[in-house]
């Protein structure tokens, strides 16, 4: 079934190459991949939830709140064993990861990554891990978009918008919002906004949406009818709510990189497993609004359900008062990003588009009541807007896509009821954040390494060169010990070149020698012997280091230096010198092959 498969897909290849234009087949693959992204976000959800009604059966239902403290550790330790035995390679956060592919591996994504998080993410979400589904989903469906387009021998521009179509397509699925999805592509995965990409995102966004409705019906996630309207009145606590948001943003984006880092220091997968699965299991026994995605918690924040949105807790036959309601939405806020770190530490696979939302709508509402009871409005504040705004403000921040969160709260609403609160909040958080953290969650660690594409064409075409592909190594090496007459019958005669790298005997760089420097002796055979290269070598006007200098970097020193040919070392050994030329051919080219 397989080949006879494979068989009819490279029949349809030949066909279209026949018969349809290059941006007509693109439509297709995008509609296909939009279909396919869709499929996979069901799929995803479906197993999740599958899971979760497991574990809420009848067997254990009494005692579930006495399983918030192990079921996350259980779900852990499947998840870890699926990856080192079944895939026994790392999956990767989805986003992230996505990214990293399109910067680095040319839109190449491998091919157990479009089913691993089938798999490992609703075992990490079903079994409580406090992250979303989103992330794995995108990942999904990017897989199937870059080896869809690898099938198809697309070119690397058409696979990096083919994997911005997957994108888009999962987004659409998962929350209904076809128009947030494709402004997500483009936002987060830096995609060209011209008409020749605009098409087939939107084509594979309803291809997406369509899958949805056809499998969930008109169901989606954040049902939500706006209730209270918007007064200009409202305005000054809008722009207080984005800087709210701001805050908030930079102490998720603080903590969640904090934990990051110390469970990287933890060398046994083991122990990150027992810390992170014990961790995460106590504090959602102690606060079980943590378990899982939350978005049943959203909901009833936005019902004013205290009771069902804050669990069964020490707290419950307190809820009357206003003020302990309020102490308990501001724990969601602080110790949420500590259970999506934990699960992440410990191994597990999923996304922070949920924790963001849930974070986003508990600080949105806690916002709201506490205005609502200082007494100090004759007219109170719409709670219910406000942790939809909410939302919007955590989400500009701390993905830095603030488009993306207006119009995805928008489609939820299902109106542009709030559009002018959403773009306050969202723009506040947005500028505030950028001036302290330039970069998202998604794309912190990738700009740190210099691997981050951006929609700065130049800098896009200068992240995606390859620095090895064009390092020459056809010239000839002098040892500090030599002398003149070494330089001249093992140098000069042999070489083509005019520049020759200085090394000692463990080949590390010292400097080089010019033929030009040594032109007025080299003919004078006397002093062969008495001159060492010590004594005519000169400094390099700057090395190029492949550990630490990115593609940006090396441009850089070629426009600090004017020089036409820089060294090339690692860990302070000589690898070759690349040429300005040479480089500059390879930036052409690229830049080519990434706007055809």
């Known amino acids: 079934m397989g080949n006879k498969g494979t068989k009819l897909l490279i029949r349809f290849s030949k066909w279209s190459n026949r018969h349809l234009s290059h941006q007509q087949f693109l439509m297709i693959l995008s509609a296909i991949i939009g279909f396919t992204a869709g499929l996979g976000a069901v799929v995803i959800k479906n197993l999740t939830h599958f899971i979760q009604r497991l574990l809420e059966g009848s067997l254990i239902i009494n005692y579930h709140h006495a399983f918030y403290f192990i079921f996350p550790l259980i779900g852990l330790s499947l998840t870890l064993l699926i990856i080192k035995l079944v895939f026994k390679k790392k999956i990767g956060h989805g986003i992230p990861s996505t990214l990293y592919a399109i910067s680095r591996r040319k839109g190449i994504m491998r091919s157990f990554q479009m089913y691993a998080s089938i798999i490992t993410a609703p075992l990490t979400v079903g079994f409580g891990g406090s992250v979303g589904l989103e992330g794995p989903t995108v990942a999904t469906g990017a897989s199937l978009g870059s080896n869809i387009s690898r099938f198809f021998k697309m070119n690397q521009s058409s696979r990096t918008l083919l994997i911005g179509c997957a994108a888009a397509g999962a ?138 949105a804050l669990g069964t807790n020490f707290f419950n036959d307190y809820l009357d008062n206003i003020w302990i309601v309020v102490i308990l939405l501001t724990g969601l806020v602080i110790f949420k990003i500590f259970a999506t770190s934990l699960t992440f530490g410990a191994g597990g696979i999923g996304g922070i588009f949920a924790p963001v939302l849930f974070m986003g709508s508990a600080m949105g509402h806690c916002f709201a009541l506490v205005v609502n009871n200082l007494g100090i409005l004759r007219n109170p504040i719409s709670v219910s807007s406000f942790t939809m705004v909410g939302m919007a403000g955590l989400m500009a921040g701390v993905l830095h896509a603030p488009l993306t969160a207006i119009f995805l709260i928008a489609e939820l609403t299902g109106g542009y009821e709030l559009f002018v609160p959403l773009m306050i909040t969202a723009a506040i958080s947005y500028m505030i954040t950028n001036q302290f953290q330039p970069h998202s969650v998604y794309t912190m660690e990738l700009a740190q390494r210099g691997d981050l594409l951006t929609h700065n064409k130049d800098q896009a075409v200068l992240t995606l060169l390859n620095i090895q592909q064009i390092i020459e190594k056809n010239f000839i090496t002098l040892n500090i010990d030599m002398n003149l007459g070494d330089v001249i019958h093992v140098g000069v005669i042999k070489s083509s070149r005019n520049l020759f790298p200085v090394i000692d005997e463990n080949r590390n760089f010292l400097g080089i020698i010019l033929l030009d420097d040594i032109r007025p002796i080299m003919f004078d055979q006397k002093m062969y012997d008495d001159v060492k290269v010590s004594d005519i070598m000169q400094r390099a006007p700057a090395t190029i280091d492949l550990r630490k200098d990115r593609p940006k970097d090396t441009m850089r020193k070629f426009q600090e230096t004017n020089a036409w040919n820089l060294p090339v070392v690692e860990d302070g050994k000589y690898v070759g010198f690349i040429s300005k030329s040479k480089l500059l051919t390879a930036y052409r080219q690229k830049l080519i092959e990434v706007t055809v």
């Open 171 to 308: 987004m659409s699925s998962i929350f209904k919002a076809p128009i947030a999805a494709i402004i997500f592509a483009i936002e987060v995965f830096s995609l060209d906004l011209t008409l020749i990409s605009m098409v087939p995102l939107l084509i594979a966004s309803v291809s997406a949406i369509l899958t949805s409705y056809f499998f969930f019906g008109s169901d989606i996630i954040l049902p939500v009818q706006l209730q209270d309207n918007f007064t200009i009145s409202e305005v000054p606590f809008y722009i207080i709510l984005g800087v709210l948001a701001a805050g908030c943003s930079m102490y998720f984006t603080h903590i969640y990189f904090k934990i990051g880092d110390a469970f990287k220091k933890i060398d046994s997968l083991f122990y990150r497993l027992l810390i992170g699965g014990l961790g995460l299991g106590i504090l959602i026994y102690l606060i079980p609004p943590l378990y899982g995605e939350g978005y049943n918690v959203i909901n009833n924040l936005l019902a004013e359900d205290y009771l069902q």
